[in-house]
């Protein structure tokens, strides 16, 4: 790639604000419909339900067909995947929020409806708080860099797994068994097209196969968003503290390997400055006869 800007990027593959995401924009939308209109027609609940299914739609239309992510060079490769992999889970979390929020208004009042707005709410603008321009640089190449070496504070995936997590904990029961439909019946497409479409392009060594979903950093970041998400069944049908158990799972494979890196890399600074450079050896001049 020649350029330097992530602005300098195709469009499906760099960060979007709302307003030129239609699926971000389209659940805001509806959450605002669900929450203030007393009574949801027929064709408008049709309306919310095709907002919902907009996720499969735009993850397969900026797929772009296999390789897509490798379009760009191997030097911005880890960039874009990672950016395009925090926004699209983005979309299947606020999709799935949005189909709660019909089946809530459908089936059990309007009394669940408030969380499950601010949440919905939070998903959608939460992207355009651009929390991935403090974390990483702006140019891509030094971005997969950062990725590559950094520690789980620079990297907004593994992030997004650790708040999805505690979201999941921190839900009311009524309200994550809605989620739990959503998921089930309204994204469940959503979740193939994700996975078919980030799996081929994970850099998984010969060497390690599958075990580099666990041990590489791609995979890893891949392997950690799904295992969030799965929390969601986990808490319905084992309880609370298998829940708890679980997202405790997530954090520490997320957490630990990052402070061991923290810790290292300050011992080694530490030793740096105690380090003592020995005085350079003396010189030998050797002086000819002028000719």
Not at 166 to 171: Q, R, S
Request: glycine share 8%; aromatic share 6%; charged share 15%.
């Amino acid at each position: 790639m020649k350029g330097s800007s992530l602005a300098e990027l195709p469009p499906e593959v760099r960060h979007r604000f709302i307003l030129r995401d239609p699926a971000r924009l389209g659940c805001l939308a509806s959450i605002g419909v669900l929450l203030f209109v007393e009574d949801v027609p027929f064709w408008l609940t049709l309306a919310i339900l095709a907002v919902s299914q907009l996720a499969p739609i735009l993850m397969a239309a900026r797929a772009m067909g296999e390789g897509w992510s490798r379009r760009w060079g191997p030097k911005v490769h880890g960039s874009v995947l990672a950016s395009s992999l925090c926004m699209d889970f983005t979309v299947i979390s606020a999709c799935a929020v949005v189909g709660a929020m019909l089946l809530v208004r459908h089936f059990n009042g309007t009394e669940v409806l408030r969380p499950l707005s601010i949440l919905g709410a939070a998903i959608c603008l939460l992207p355009d708080a651009r929390l991935c321009r403090m974390l990483l640089a702006s140019e891509p190449a030094q971005a997969t860099r950062q990725l590559r070496t950094g520690t789980f504070l620079r990297d907004p995936a593994l992030l997004a797994a650790l708040l999805a997590s505690a979201v999941v904990c921190l839900l009311d029961s009524t309200t994550l068994h809605f989620v739990m439909i959503s998921l089930a019946f309204l994204q469940v497409n959503a979740l193939l097209v994700f996975i078919d479409k980030y799996l081929p392009e994970i850099e998984l060594g010969r060497s390690r196969g599958w075990a580099g979903l666990v041990l590489e950093r791609e995979g890893r970041r891949f392997t950690l968003l799904l295992a969030s998400l799965a929390l969601v069944p986990l808490r319905v049908t084992l309880g609370d503290r298998a829940a708890w158990l679980g997202a405790g799972a997530i954090a520490s494979v997320i957490v630990v390997p990052g402070l061991i890196q923290l810790v290292l890399a300050g011992s080694g600074k530490v030793s740096e400055m105690f380090r003592v450079t020995p005085p350079p050896p003396p010189h030998t001049y050797v002086v000819l006869p002028k000719a």
